[in-house]
C-alpha cells in the first residue's frame, strides 16, 4: 500500500519510538493513523499492518475489534460524535443526540447517503465541565445546544 | 485554550501557569522556574528524590489513590533491565476532565515530571499512553517533545548532567479500560486491552516486561513542585495523609463547571457554593459523585460535613477518585443517571472476567427495562444482589466500577425505583423518553 509521505514518516518514527523487537506496540497508533488518511481500517490496510510490524493479519483483526475508534466500514466526511454519558446527559446530551439525529434525517450509528456525515453516541469524551460535549472527527466543541449544533452542520455542508 | 475563571478559592500549584500568555510553550515555562526541579533533582541520589516524593504524601491522582514515592521505590534499581516510565493519559473516567487541562496548558510540567521520575529510578525512555480522541493533545505533547529536545531538556546528556531520556507520545484507539495500568500495558504493546494478572505489578514487570513506573498525568505534574519546593510544603497545603492539592473538575448542575486546583481536604460545600457558584438555577443538591462515575453516589446529607480527601470520602463508603466531581439537582433521575452509567460500563467491560461482562450486561438490560416502566419489584432486589456478586471478583476494578454505584444508588434512592414500577411514566421526564439500550 502507499500512503502520503507525512504518514510514511510518521510510520517511520513510531517504528523507532519502541525498543527493538517491540515493534508490534507500533500496531494501534498505525492503524489510526493510517485510518484517518484512507477512511476505515480495510483488508488491506491490516495485511499492511501486520506485514510492517511483523505480526499476523489475525492479530491485527483481534486488535481491530477490541478499540472503538478503528472501523471496519467507512464513516462519514464529517463524524459527529454526541457524548451522552452522566455530566453530558446531566446538560440533555440525550436529546442533543435526538436533534442531531433529526437534523441529518440518520439513526444513531448511520451514515448521510451523500458520506457526508455519520453520527455516533460516544462515551465520556473528557469534557465534562463543558457540557453537552460534541466532537466532529477529532475537533472539540463545548456547552452544545440545538441551535449551535445546527450552525455548525450548516456550515460543514457549505463547506464540502 | 481550555482555562475557566479561576477561583480565589484556589491553591495553584499545578495550574500557576494557566492562563498566562503561551502557558504551553517552552519559553513561558522556562521563565517560570521551568526544569529547575529537574536540575536540583539531578544532583540528588535516587533515594533523596524518592524520599522527597514520600515525603508530599502525593497520592495517585488517577482514582486509585496509591501513594506515588512508595511505587517509585517498588521499581528494583539494580535490575539489569531497561526501567521505564509510563504516563497514564488515557483519561475516561465519565465526569474527568482535568489531565486535558494539564496537558494542554503546561505540557512542559508534565515532560519535567517524567525526567524526574526518571531520575529517581535510572529510567531513560518512556511514553505518554494519550487516550486517541485527544488527537490535539498528542500534537501539543509532540510539539513539546520536539522543543525540549531542541534546548536539551530531552535527549542525550540532558543540560550536561550526563542523564539521557527519551520521551514518545503514543495513542490509544477508544477504550475505557486501557485506563486500567496492566490493560495500558497490554495496549501500549499493540495488544486488546485486557488487563494482567498481578503480581508481577508493573514496577517489577510493566512496559514490555521490564520495571516500570506509571502513574495519572497530574501525579507526574506535581513531582517539579514537590522537588522544588520540597516534599514537607506540599504536604502542608493538604491534610495529613494526604498531600497537596487536587485539580478537581466541577460538572453537573452547577453554576460555574470548570476545573479548579483545590487542596486536599477541601469541603464540599464550600466547593459547591462558592467554588462552583452554587446550584443551578437554584435547585437543591440530590446526589454527589466525588470523583469519576466508578465512586458510589453520595446523598446530599451525606454531603453535610464531607471533605474533598481520601479519608472523609471512605468514611461516607465511597472514594476520592479521580477528581471528577458529578452534581445532581433534585430534577435528576436517579434510574435514568444509573442506567446510563451500566449502558458505559458493559459497553467498556473487555470481557475477559466473566461477572463483569455479565453483570455489566444483565445490569444494563434490567435497569433499560425498569426505567422504560417495565420493572417489577423483584427487579429492585435483583440489582443489588447481581452488583454485589461482581464486586471482587475480576481482575481489574472495572467490574467494581459498574457495581458500586449500582449498590449505592438502588439501596440510597430505592424510592425513585419503586416510582418506575407498574408502568408508570418516569416521573421526572415531561417526554418519557427512554435511554436506548
Known amino acids: 500500500m502507499t500512503f502520503s509521505p507525512q504518514l510514511e514518516a510518521r510510520f517511520a518514527k513510531l517504528l523507532e519510538s519502541y525498543p527493538a523487537g517491540r515493534q508490534r506496540a507500533a500496531m494501534i497508533p498505525m492503524l489510526l493513523y493510517a485510518q484517518d488518511e484512507i477512511g476505515s481500517v480495510t483488508d488491506e490496510l491490516v495485511e499492511e499492518v501486520a506485514q510492517r510490524v511483523g505480526v499476523t493479519p489475525l492479530q491485527v483483526n483481534e486488535v481491530v475489534s477490541y478499540y472503538s475508534m478503528l472501523h471496519r ?4 466526511k464529517y463524524h459527529v460524535q454526541v457524548c451522552t454519558n452522566i455530566s453530558c446527559l446531566l446538560h440533555d446530551a440525550d436529546q442533543l443526540l435526538e436533534h442531531t439525529c433529526q437534523k441529518l434525517g440518520i439513526e444513531n450509528h448511520g451514515v448521510t447517503p451523500d458520506g457526508q456525515f455519520s453520527i455516533e453516541e460516544v462515551e465520556c469524551m473528557g469534557a465534562c465541565s463543558w457540557a453537552p460535549a460534541i466532537q466532529v472527527n477529532y475537533d472539540y466543541h463545548h456547552f ?3 441551535e449551535k449544533l445546527d450552525r455548525l452542520l450548516d456550515g460543514l455542508r457549505k463547506k464540502q | 485554550m481550555l482555562y475557566n475563571e479561576p477561583s480565589p478559592l484556589e491553591t495553584r500549584v499545578l495550574s500557576r501557569r494557566f492562563g498566562m500568555a503561551h502557558s504551553e510553550s517552552i519559553e513561558t515555562y522556562l521563565a517560570t522556574e521551568g526544569y529547575q526541579a529537574f536540575l536540583k533533582a539531578s544532583k540528588m541520589t535516587p533515594d533523596e528524590i524518592i524520599s522527597e516524593m514520600k515525603a508530599s504524601n502525593l497520592r495517585g491522582r488517577g482514582g486509585a489513590g496509591f501513594p506515588a514515592g512508595m511505587k517509585w521505590s517498588f521499581v528494583p534499581r539494580t535490575s539489569p ?37 526518571g531520575l529517581a529510578v535510572d529510567a531513560h525512555a518512556g511514553w505518554i499512553y494519550i487516550r486517541g480522541e485527544y488527537r490535539y493533545l498528542i500534537d501539543i505533547m509532540d510539539r513539546a517533545i520536539a522543543e525540549a529536545h531542541e534546548r536539551g531538556w530531552l535527549g542525550k546528556n540532558i543540560q550536561g548532567t550526563g542523564f539521557d531520556f527519551d520521551l514518545y507520545t503514543h495513542t490509544g484507539a477508544g477504550s475505557y479500560e486501557c485506563g486500567e495500568e496492566s490493560a495500558l500495558l497490554e495496549s501500549l504493546e499493540g495488544k486488546r486491552g485486557v488487563p494482567r494478572i498481578r503480581p508481577p505489578f508493573p514496577a517489577v514487570a510493566g512496559a514490555f516486561q521490564c520495571p516500570t513506573v506509571l502513574n495519572n498525568v497530574e501525579t507526574f505534574c506535581a513531582a517539579p513542585a514537590i522537588l522544588l519546593n520540597g516534599g514537607a510544603a506540599f504536604a502542608a497545603l493538604g491534610i495529613p495523609k494526604a498531600g497537596g492539592t487536587k485539580l478537581t473538575c466541577l460538572t453537573g448542575h452547577i453554576n460555574k463547571p470548570g476545573v479548579y486546583e483545590l487542596r486536599l481536604g477541601f469541603p464540599v460545600k464550600q466547593m459547591i457554593e462558592e467554588v462552583g457558584g452554587g446550584m443551578r438555577n437554584g435547585k437543591k443538591l440530590k446526589a454527589f459523585i466525588p470523583g469519576g462515575s466508578s465512586c458510589p453516589v453520595l446523598t446530599a446529607a451525606e454531603c453535610e460535613g464531607a471533605t474533598m480527601d481520601y479519608d472523609s470520602m471512605a468514611q461516607r463508603k465511597s472514594m476520592l477518585g479521580s477528581g471528577g466531581v458529578v452534581i445532581m439537582d433534585e430534577d435528576t433521575c436517579m434510574v435514568k443517571a444509573c442506567l446510563r452509567l451500566m449502558k458505559f460500563y458493559a459497553h467498556e467491560s473487555c470481557g475477559w472476567c466473566i461477572p463483569c461482562r455479565e453483570g455489566t450486561a444483565w445490569l444494563t ?35 467494581d466500577a459498574a457495581a458500586l454505584p449500582m449498590i449505592s444508588i438502588v439501596e440510597k434512592f430505592r424510592g425513585e425505583f419503586e416510582d418506575h414500577l407498574n408502568g408508570k411514566p418516569c416521573p421526572y421526564e415531561h417526554s418519557n423518553r427512554m435511554v436506548t439500550a
Do not use: W
Open chain 1, 73 to 76: 466500514e467507512a464513516r462519514g
Open chain 1, 144 to 146: 452544545v445546544t440545538p
Open chain 2, 81 to 117: 533491565k531497561p526501567k521505564y516510565i509510563v504516563v497514564n493519559a488515557d483519561e475516561g473516567e465519565p465526569g474527568t476532565c482535568k489531565d486535558r487541562v494539564l496537558m494542554e496548558n503546561d505540557p512542559h510540567q508534565l515532560i519535567e515530571g517524567v525526567l524526574i521520575a
Open chain 2, 365 to 399: 438490560k434490567i435497569m433499560t427495562r425498569f426505567h422504560s416502566g417495565g420493572g417489577s419489584p423483584q427487579d429492585i432486589g435483583l440489582l443489588g444482589d447481581i452488583a454485589k456478586n461482581m464486586l471482587g471478583r475480576t481482575f481489574c476494578p472495572l467490574g
